[in-house]
């Protein structure tokens, strides 16, 4: 059960779905500028990272969602070396407008996946274990996220820099490996023990 | 508006509610312990010593959160236990955090406790998080004269590359040394394994047999309770269960003789 799953979900095919389900998302862009991203981000922590950057489409309309792509990195005196790819999806679903300066999206669940490549990570040998000895990915992880966002105005903050926007946000996220760790031990752990944030900043041109 | 910015600082006061993480593969976070295997022999050696060795014997806690804690209440009620022996599979996907709440949980113990490398703890980066957090996975300590040797015997993890277990430390470690009445062997994988070097198994079984003084080999790794005298009718090998099915073993050593017992939880 616990491999089936892992295989399904792994990395390469959900980001073939991912980059397969972009185009019907961006279906109201006009020829191939649906491939120019909407704005870059960059993140502390969240597990992605030491530091993260990367680029951030909007998804939906009236900007209700994000996909962001990020390459991060965590130096060898925050336990690195270590690179890691994501790629992440959230959904807005509430958005609280505070006059014409400010947008608050308060819950805003999300999930992504990270690939860290290096020759520890790399797939399990077939040649040295047996089938099934080990079930999950070492270079692959799913995470399940819920955010909080302020986006604040650029023209009428921050004139002249040509933003049209900028927001904060804080990403809190779990994965699947800490989540069967909590399932099986929910009597004496609290789900907040494997619960992990990161703070990002996103622009939008 | 008032209202919105109180609701952004409350937010914001939820959302920090999280550790920070880079990773769930770093190797360590600016809390994680170091060398806990060295200040733990040395907590060992300062504490006052009788005619009995009385440890105990733990394997595979790995996702085993709620039965280690009961096992570490287990373990305190029990009298006179000099230290804990953690024989490997610390953590189950080799993460800095797995080691990090089980070294949570262990350190409940009221005596210290030393930490044995496992074949899931060399996953990812974990053999780098256990020689920081822990130590050299090839060590050895001396109490009351009995010398425990304690190393890494995971050859699968190593593709049975003819290094894992190290025969010549070990035969260097197990050789007659002053102050040293008896020998342990400590290791997860045991050596009747499909999972240890069956090119070093007779070596490691002469190693053991030859040595009178040696009074057994302990282990963990295969999921059940055992001993076994698989190369002489002198030489006990003792094999752990996991945390996870509630068992773990007593042992004694008194006037060279080594007793044991399993406790169920």
Same mark, same amino acid.
């Given at each position: ?26 279906? &109201? ?37 994000? =996909? ?11 336990? $690195? ?5 994501? $790629? ?19 819950? &805003? ?48 903050? =921050?004139?002249?820099?040509? =933003? ?42 | 508006?008032? @209202? ?13 509610? *999280? ?38 014997? @733990? *394997? ?19 009298? *006179? ?17 797995? !080691? ?32 920081? !957090? ?28 003819? @290094? ?9 470690? !197990? ?33 053991? @047999?030859?040595?009178? +003084? ?18 002489? +009718? ?22 060279? +003789? ?8």
């Amino acid at each position: 059960m616990e491999s089936y799953y892992i295989k399904l979900l792994n990395f390469k095919v959900l980001t073939l779905l991912l980059l397969m389900a972009f185009p019907i998302l961006k279906a &109201n862009s006009q020829g191939a500028r649906f491939l120019i991203p909407d704005g870059a981000v960059t993140q502390y922590g969240g597990s992605i990272g030491y530091g993260s950057v990367g680029i951030s489409y909007d998804l939906f309309k009236g900007e209700r969602g994000n =996909l962001d792509f990020t390459f991060g990195y965590v130096p060898e005196s925050k336990g $690195g070396p270590l690179r890691i790819l994501a $790629g992440k999806f959230s959904y807005k679903p509430l958005r609280i407008k505070v006059k014409d300066i400010t947008a608050i999206y308060p819950v &805003n669940p999300g999930t992504f996946v990270s690939y860290t490549p290096g020759e520890q990570f790399e797939k399990w040998s077939k040649t040295q274990y047996p089938k099934g000895y080990y079930w999950w990915s070492k270079s692959t992880r799913i995470h399940v996220s819920l955010s909080t966002e302020a986006k604040f105005n650029g023209e009428k903050l =921050l004139p002249k820099t040509g =933003l049209k926007a900028f927001s904060i946000y804080s990403e809190l996220n779990t994965n699947d490996l800490y989540g069967v760790s909590w399932f099986k031990n929910r009597d004496s752990m609290s789900f907040l023990e494997i619960v992990r944030v990161g703070y990002g900043v996103r622009v939008y041109f | 508006m008032k @209202t919105h910015i109180y609701l952004l600082i409350l937010l914001l006061l939820l959302f920090a509610c *999280g550790e920070v993480e880079f990773s769930p593969n770093q190797k360590f976070d600016s809390n994680t312990p170091t060398d806990l295997n060295k200040k733990n022999i040395e907590k060992l050696y300062s504490q006052e010593k009788d005619d009995t060795i009385r440890f105990v014997l @733990t *394997g595979d806690t790995q996702r085993a959160y709620s039965a280690c804690e009961d096992m570490v209440s287990v373990i305190n009620s029990i009298k *006179g236990v000099d230290f804990a022996l953690l024989n490997g599979d610390i953590s189950d996907f080799g993460l800095y955090q797995e !080691m990090e709440w089980i070294n949570d949980i262990y350190s409940d113990l009221n005596m210290p406790y030393i930490a044995v490398l496992g074949n899931h703890d060399i996953s990812a980066n974990g053999k780098s998080v256990f020689r920081r !957090m822990y130590g050299n996975e090839n060590f050895s300590f001396i109490y009351d004269g009995v010398k425990f040797v304690c190393f890494d015997s995971n050859s699968r993890e190593y593709n049975y590359d003819g @290094t894992i277990p190290n025969i010549s430390w070990l035969k260097a470690e !197990m050789a007659a040394e002053a102050g040293v009445n008896n020998y342990i062997a400590v290791s997860h994988v045991p050596s009747f394994s499909d999972d240890f070097d069956s090119e070093l198994e007779k070596p490691y079984a002469s190693i053991l @047999t030859e040595n009178s +003084k040696c009074l057994g080999s302990l282990h963990a790794h295969i999921n059940q309770t055992e001993v076994l005298y698989p190369y002489n +009718k002198t030489t006990p090998f003792i094999v752990a269960n996991t945390a996870a099915k509630r068992e773990f073993y007593l042992i004694e050593i008194v006037n060279g +003789k080594l007793l044991h017992k399993v406790i169920k939880f």
